[in-house]
């Protein structure tokens, strides 16, 4: 298992409880070290060091969030579904670094969250498909997340474009005890990739490269499998 980290930065006060994470960091390593057969990780050169970046997975399981954590030393935070923050769990994913979105009307208060994120030079999930989808196939992407990206950096007015990462995951055969897991990094798209046309049009070309790549890094794992022996 590779366990890279992709920078640090400060914590905010308003951001997860940082002992809570602390505690928790070593032992959900070893615990998915534990309940997975193996672990594969391939891309890592596509994350940058340092700035504001946003992680873009495939969202097929709740496993999803814990194993994107693998990919960085500091808290990540995670736009979840407001339905999530009841009870314990909500206690727990709150301190884990999710914050909440109402999925059927996503308001300002999230994108604001974000741009305060990613103004502290933080690393948020976002996945793009909007919720979990049972499936291993790619299901067709909505702009939702292009456009939150575009809004976000025109209000902040950042010096650059944020990253946006797109990761491939898949189970195998599927999010089961001791199954095997694989998880591919493509690399960073940019906003800056789609300028020259209206905001609607350029949100729907990045919408588009996203949903390519994330195909593609879903075609690599594939070949990969392939060619791995089912008693590794």
């Not at 309940?35 to 891309?43: C, N, P, S």
């Not at 694989?182 to 049009?201: A, H, K, T």
Request: with cysteine; hydrophobic share 45%; aromatic share 10%.
């Amino acid at each position: 298992m590779i366990l890279p980290a992709i920078g640090t930065s400060p914590l905010s006060k308003t951001n997860v409880k940082t002992w809570f994470y602390w505690v928790i960091f070593p032992i959900h390593r070893l615990f998915l070290g534990f309940y997975f057969r193996a672990i594969l990780i391939e891309g890592i050169e596509h994350l940058p060091l340092e700035g504001p970046l946003i992680l873009a997975p495939k969202h097929f399981s709740r496993w999803d969030p814990l194993l994107v954590g693998l990919l960085s030393v500091e808290p990540l935070r995670f736009m979840a579904n407001a339905n999530q923050f009841e009870g314990v769990q909500g206690w727990m994913i709150e301190r884990l670094g999710a914050f909440p979105v109402d999925l059927a009307k996503p308001g300002i208060s999230s994108l604001r969250c974000t741009i305060e994120l990613l103004k502290e030079g933080r690393k948020v999930v976002l996945f793009p498909e909007g919720g979990i989808v049972r499936s291993q196939v790619l299901r067709s992407l909505k702009p939702g997340l292009a456009r939150l990206v575009l809004q976000a950096e025109s209000l902040a007015k950042f010096s650059e474009s944020v990253p946006v990462v797109p990761i491939a995951l898949r189970y195998e055969p599927g999010a089961f005890f001791r199954a095997k897991v694989y998880i591919q990094i493509q690399p960073p798209l940019y906003s800056r990739q789609f300028e020259g046309e209206r905001d609607r049009d350029r949100a729907d070309r990045f919408t588009e490269a996203l949903e390519r790549s994330l195909r593609e890094g879903l075609t690599h794992i594939g070949a990969e499998k392939s060619l791995q022996p089912d008693s590794e």
